[in-house]
């Protein structure tokens, strides 16, 4: 409707209506004829106007055609025009992304190029060590006098002289080998070799290669470079798709497998094409024949007069001798001072011994210090050290140390220290751990006071060792038993003569003990069996003990010695119902006291 226009509002309405439903009707219609194409219409349009989406599409169609392109035959008469059609974009390609990021470049040939690289040094200095030893051998004759002369007067090197006059050798034979394959594609030779057949030679030496490679695990593009067959030697050259074999008569410069490699790599440069599409046709390997002749080389050097040569041998011989006898005093030298450096700082490091010179007097070493008497013996720790023993005088003097070692071995022999007994010596105190006689205590610690030398003396870990007549008496009485009848304090008559002997023997130990001056207790335990309760057992047991102390009261031993002690059937030994037990169980033993020493009588 225009704008101002006036129509009734029930006719607006109506013509709404109609019209709403035309255009659904034509809707439908449309749907129904025309859904489908419009549906691939706009998922076309999508995929035309998504770059991402097309680009993969396009990348899947190139990667389709470049492996249609190496697997079909048909299609590999059109690999030049499809390589030479990349070969500008990969360029640049390349270029842009060297000038953006070189490390990523950089990275991704890096597993290619290290291999390579290491090869090349490799061989590098196989044919430096090889020049160098060629080199040193000729130096030491009338010919190497010869090329110094040359090298100083053309300013060479002498190695370059060397090598280019001193070495014998001719490459006989040249075969280049397809890789994948092993047949011959072409070969070279001289005109007065006597050649096997070419075929055969290449054939084996490809099965050899393969031998090698699988039996040995080599990496791949790795393989045999090098193979000596008498007097022949076989210098072999690897490229992706061909192989180079040089048979050589005598010992190449390094120059020559530099010269083969180079040689491939050309081969390899303009026979590209022929050599991946090989298809057992050699035909058009014959125009490598040139590159081939160019690495036929050969070298020899005019024989020259013996008598000359023999007497300049003979004059550098002598001076080669005169040489290794001096670099032999020089290195025996080094070697005896490495030697003595280790044995000094040995002796040095001993103990009780101190280093303060070392002089060198008619053909033998002087050593001056100090030694401690208790340190170990100088002599033997030199020897000891490699040193001979007539190689060295020692002049020193004693001396007390105050290394703990050897204070602890002087007080050892100052206090007569006993085999049972360990000492240790540390921060002014004399540890003593083990057994000792308890006469030896008591005079070792008299005889500490007086060394001002020691702050403290502590002895641990052990027990006190009695006189011995002291320690036959404690066990003459902890032997001796008071047996009683069953449930009873009365002492059986076989046991009355063991109570009279052990008031002896008791009467003895006191004695003793009053003559070292140690103090001294007797404790005197009651046992019974277990025909009772515990509570009647421990109090049977109880004065049983009593009984006894007071049987060795009346026979003069002091009643304040004695203690006694009830522990009923505690240590009964056997079957309950076994009488012989029980009565071993029924009696009165002793356990004496002496301060650091204890005896019992044992079950």
Same mark, same amino acid.
């Given at each position: 409707? %225009?704008?101002?226009?006036?129509?009734?509002?029930?006719?607006?309405?109506?013509?709404?209506?109609? /019209?709403?439903?035309?255009?659904?009707?034509?809707?439908?219609?449309? #749907?129904?004829?025309?859904?489908?194409?419009?549906?691939?219409?706009?998922?076309?349009?999508?995929?035309?106007?998504?770059?991402?989406?097309?680009?993969?599409?396009?990348?899947?169609?190139?990667?389709?055609?470049? #492996?249609?392109?190496?697997?079909?035959?048909?299609?590999?008469?059109?690999?030049?025009?499809? &390589?030479?059609?990349?070969?500008?974009?990969?360029?640049?390609?390349?270029?842009?992304?060297?000038?953006?990021?070189?490390?990523?470049?950089?990275?991704?040939? %890096?597993?290619?190029? =290290?291999?390579?690289?290491?090869?090349?040094?490799?061989?590098?200095?196989?044919?430096?060590?090889?020049?160098?030893?060629?080199?040193?051998?000729?130096?030491?004759?009338?010919?190497?006098?010869?090329?110094?002369?040359?090298?100083?007067?053309?300013?060479?090197?002498?190695?370059?002289?060397?090598? &280019?006059?001193?070495?014998?050798?001719?490459?006989?034979?040249?075969?280049?080998?397809?890789?994948?394959?092993?047949?011959?594609?072409?070969? =070279?030779?001289?005109?007065?070799?006597?050649?096997?057949?070419?075929?055969?030679?290449?054939?084996?030496?490809?099965?050899?290669?393969?031998?090698?490679?699988?039996?040995?695990?080599?990496?791949?593009?790795?393989? !045999?470079?090098?193979?000596? !067959?008498?007097?022949?030697?076989?210098?072999?050259?690897?490229?992706?798709?061909?192989? @180079?074999?040089?048979?050589?008569?005598?010992? *190449?410069?390094?120059?020559?497998?530099?010269? $083969?490699?180079?040689?491939?790599?050309?081969?390899?440069?303009? %026979?590209?094409?022929? @050599?991946?599409?090989?298809?057992?046709?050699?035909?058009?390997?014959?125009?490598?024949?040139?590159?081939?002749?160019?690495?036929?080389?050969?070298?020899?050097?005019?024989?020259?007069?013996?008598?000359?040569?023999?007497?300049?041998?003979?004059?550098?011989?002598? /001076?080669?001798?005169?040489?290794?006898?001096?670099?032999?005093?020089?290195?025996?030298?080094?070697?005896?001072?490495?030697?003595?450096?280790?044995?000094?700082?040995?002796?040095?490091?001993?103990?009780?011994?101190?280093?303060?010179?070392?002089?060198?007097?008619?053909?033998?070493?002087?050593?001056?210090?100090?030694?401690?008497?208790?340190?170990?013996?100088?002599?033997?720790?030199?020897?000891?050290?490699?040193?001979?023993?007539?190689?060295?005088?020692?002049?020193?003097?004693?001396?007390?140390?105050?290394?703990?070692?050897?204070?602890?071995?002087?007080?050892?022999?100052?206090?007569?220290?006993?085999?049972?007994?360990?000492?240790?010596?540390?921060?002014?105190? @004399?540890?003593?751990?083990?057994?000792?006689?308890?006469?030896? $205590?008591? #005079?070792?610690?008299?005889?500490?006071?007086?060394?001002? $030398?020691?702050?403290?003396?502590?002895?641990?870990?052990?027990?006190?060792?009695?006189?011995?007549?002291?320690?036959?008496?404690?066990?003459?009485?902890?032997?001796?038993?008071?047996?009683?009848?069953?449930?009873?304090?009365?002492?059986?008559?076989?046991?009355?003569?063991?109570?009279?002997?052990?008031?002896?023997?008791?009467?003895?130990?006191?004695?003793?003990?009053?003559?070292? =001056?140690?103090?001294?207790?007797?404790?005197?335990?009651?046992?019974?069996?277990?025909?009772?309760?515990?509570?009647?057992?421990?109090?049977?047991?109880?004065?049983?003990?009593?009984?006894?102390?007071?049987? @060795?009261?009346?026979?003069?031993? *002091?009643?304040?010695?004695?203690?006694?002690?009830?522990?009923?059937?505690?240590?009964?030994?056997?079957?309950?119902?076994?009488?012989?037990?029980?009565?071993?169980?029924?009696?009165?033993? $002793?356990?004496?006291?002496?301060?650091?020493?204890?005896?019992?009588?044992?079950?």
């Amino acid at each position: 409707m %225009f704008e101002g226009s006036q129509r009734p509002e029930h006719a607006d309405n109506s013509t709404h209506v109609k /019209g709403t439903g035309e255009d659904s009707t034509m809707q439908e219609l449309r #749907e129904l004829i025309l859904g489908s194409e419009r549906l691939e219409l706009d998922h076309l349009k999508e995929r035309l106007g998504n770059p991402e989406t097309r680009a993969h599409e396009v990348a899947a169609i190139v990667a389709c055609a470049l #492996e249609q392109a190496a697997r079909d035959d048909e299609a590999r008469l059109t690999e030049a025009r499809l &390589t030479e059609a990349l070969l500008k974009p990969v360029e640049s390609a390349l270029r842009r992304s060297t000038q953006g990021d070189p490390q990523g470049l950089a990275d991704a040939l %890096f597993p290619v190029m =290290g291999p390579a690289i290491r090869k090349a040094i490799v061989e590098t200095v196989r044919g430096m060590i090889d020049s160098t030893n060629r080199a040193i051998v000729a130096s030491l004759s009338w010919e190497g006098l010869q090329w110094r002369i040359e090298a100083m007067r053309t300013g060479k090197s002498f190695a370059e002289i060397a090598l &280019t006059r001193g070495l014998l050798f001719r490459v006989e034979q040249l075969l280049l080998i397809h890789r994948e394959t092993g047949l011959l594609l072409h070969k =070279g030779a001289l005109s007065d070799v006597e050649t096997q057949n070419a075929d055969m030679v290449s054939g084996m030496l490809t099965a050899i290669r393969d031998f090698v490679s699988d039996s040995f695990g080599a990496a791949p593009g790795e393989s !045999v470079s090098v193979m000596q !067959v008498g007097e022949l030697e076989v210098i072999v050259q690897d490229s992706p798709h061909a192989v @180079l074999a040089a048979v050589v008569r005598g010992h *190449p410069p390094h120059e020559l497998t530099v010269a $083969l490699q180079e040689a491939l790599e050309k081969i390899h440069r303009i %026979f590209a094409v022929q @050599l991946g599409n090989f298809d057992g046709d050699a035909e058009v390997f014959a125009e490598a024949n040139d590159l081939l002749e160019d690495c036929l080389w050969s070298q020899r050097r005019e024989k020259k007069g013996t008598g000359s040569r023999a007497r300049l041998r003979a004059v550098w011989g002598a /001076g080669l001798l005169l040489l290794i006898i001096g670099l032999g005093w020089m290195v025996a030298n080094r070697l005896e001072a490495r030697r003595w450096a280790g044995a000094l700082a040995v002796l040095e490091g001993t103990p009780g011994v101190i280093v303060t010179s070392v002089a060198r007097e008619q053909g033998i070493r002087v050593v001056n210090g100090l030694q401690d008497p208790y340190a170990d013996d100088p002599t033997n720790i030199l020897e000891g050290s490699g040193i001979e023993a007539g190689g060295f005088r020692l002049e020193l003097e004693p001396y007390q140390s105050l290394d703990a070692e050897m204070v602890k071995w002087r007080l050892g022999s100052y206090l007569g220290t006993p085999s049972t007994l360990s000492t240790s010596f540390r921060n002014g105190i @004399l540890f003593a751990e083990g057994s000792a006689d308890d006469r030896w $205590l008591r #005079e070792a610690r008299l005889r500490l006071n007086t060394i001002a $030398l020691v702050d403290k003396y502590e002895f641990s870990g052990g027990a006190v060792l009695l006189p011995a007549d002291m320690t036959a008496t404690i066990e003459r009485i902890s032997r001796l038993q008071v047996f009683m009848e069953r449930s009873s304090t009365r002492i059986r008559t076989e046991s009355l003569e063991a109570a009279t002997r052990l008031s002896e023997q008791i009467t003895r130990l006191l004695a003793e003990v009053a003559e070292s =001056g140690r103090s001294m207790a007797i404790e005197i335990i009651g046992h019974t069996d277990r025909s009772g309760t515990e509570t009647a057992n421990l109090h049977l047991s109880a004065r049983r003990a009593l009984r006894v102390r007071d049987l @060795l009261v009346e026979n003069g031993i *002091p009643n304040e010695l004695l203690g006694t002690r009830g522990i009923g059937s505690q240590q009964y030994v056997g079957d309950p119902d076994d009488e012989q037990a029980a009565q071993h169980s029924r009696r009165v033993s $002793l356990r004496v006291d002496g301060g650091d020493v204890q005896w019992q009588e044992e079950n």
